[in-house]
T-cell receptor, first 114, second 114 residues
C-alpha cells in the first residue's frame, strides 16, 4: 500500500519569500507523484506531476518539485510567492498501475501575507 | 484540456431523503472514475472506484447501500447518497483518468443535510 505524509499542516509566509512544502511517500512499488492545489470550495487543480524522466518538474506558475527516490520525497518549492498562491496544497501518489486512484496526503495550507 | 463537470455544486436536503451527484467527462471517455469525500480542513478520502459497465469497488468502511455508484456510460458516473443524515454532510469530489495518468477532478459538491 502507498501512503503520503505532508509534514507541515500550515505554512505562513510573507509575499515574495521562498517557500517549500514537504512531501514524503511510502510505497513498495514504483509510483507516480503529483501536487494539486485547491482553492476554497473548489475541486483540485493539477500543479505538476512526476511520471518518469527528469526528476525536477516545473509548473507554469513558478512552482517546481524534485523527485528524490533515495529520500522518498517530492517537495514543492517556489522561489517567490504571491498573495494569490494562498491555498491548500495536496501531495498525491499513484502506483505505477493503470486504473488506480490517487492517494492523498493531509494537505498543507499555504498562507501568503503582505 | 480534459474537463470533468460535477453537478450540483451545492445541495441542501432534508434528513432521510436521497441526493444524486453527477460526474461527467466532457471531452474524453473515462473508463474509470473515482469518488472522494473531503471533511473540512482535511484530505480527500477515496470512497470508491467506478468502472464503466461494472459494479463499483468500495473502500473499506464505506457503506455500499448508502453510497450508490452507477457508471452506465463512458462519460457519466453518479453517486447517490441514500437516506441522507447530517453526518453525511461533506464535500464530495469525483475524478476521472485520461491517458498518461491525467487525473482530472470535478469542482466538487457541497452536501448539507438538515
Amino acid at each position: 500500500a502507498q501512503s503520503v505524509t505532508q509534514l507541515d499542516s500550515q505554512v505562513p509566509v510573507f509575499e515574495e519569500a521562498p517557500v517549500e512544502l514537504r512531501c514524503n511517500y511510502s510505497s513498495s512499488v514504483s509510483v507516480y507523484l503529483f501536487w494539486y492545489v485547491q482553492y476554497p470550495n473548489q475541486g483540485l487543480q493539477l500543479l505538476l506531476k512526476y511520471l518518469s524522466g527528469s526528476t525536477l518538474v516545473e509548473s507554469i506558475n513558478g512552482f517546481e518539485a524534485e523527485f528524490n527516490k533515495s529520500q522518498t520525497s517530492f517537495h514543492l518549492r517556489k522561489p517567490s510567492v504571491h498573495i494569490s498562491d494562498t491555498a491548500e496544497y495536496f501531495c498525491a501518489v499513484s502506483p505505477n498501475q493503470a486504473g488506480t486512484a490517487l492517494i492523498f496526503g493531509k494537505g498543507t495550507t499555504l498562507s501568503v501575507s503582505s | 484540456g480534459a474537463v470533468v463537470s460535477q453537478h450540483p455544486s451545492r445541495v441542501i436536503c432534508k434528513s432521510g431523503t436521497s441526493v444524486k451527484i453527477e460526474c461527467r467527462s466532457l471531452d474524453f471517455q473515462a473508463t474509470t472514475m473515482f469518488w472522494y469525500r473531503q471533511f473540512p480542513k482535511q484530505s480527500l478520502m477515496l470512497m470508491a472506484t467506478s468502472n464503466e459497465g461494472s459494479k463499483a469497488t468500495y473502500e473499506q468502511g464505506v457503506e455500499k447501500d448508502k453510497f450508490l455508484i452507477n457508471h452506465a456510460s463512458l462519460t457519466l458516473s453518479t453517486l447517490t447518497v441514500t437516506s441522507a443524515h447530517p453526518e453525511d454532510s461533506s464535500f464530495y469530489i469525483c475524478s476521472a483518468i485520461q491517458s498518461n495518468y491525467g487525473y482530472t477532478f470535478g469542482s466538487g459538491t457541497r452536501l448539507t443535510v438538515v
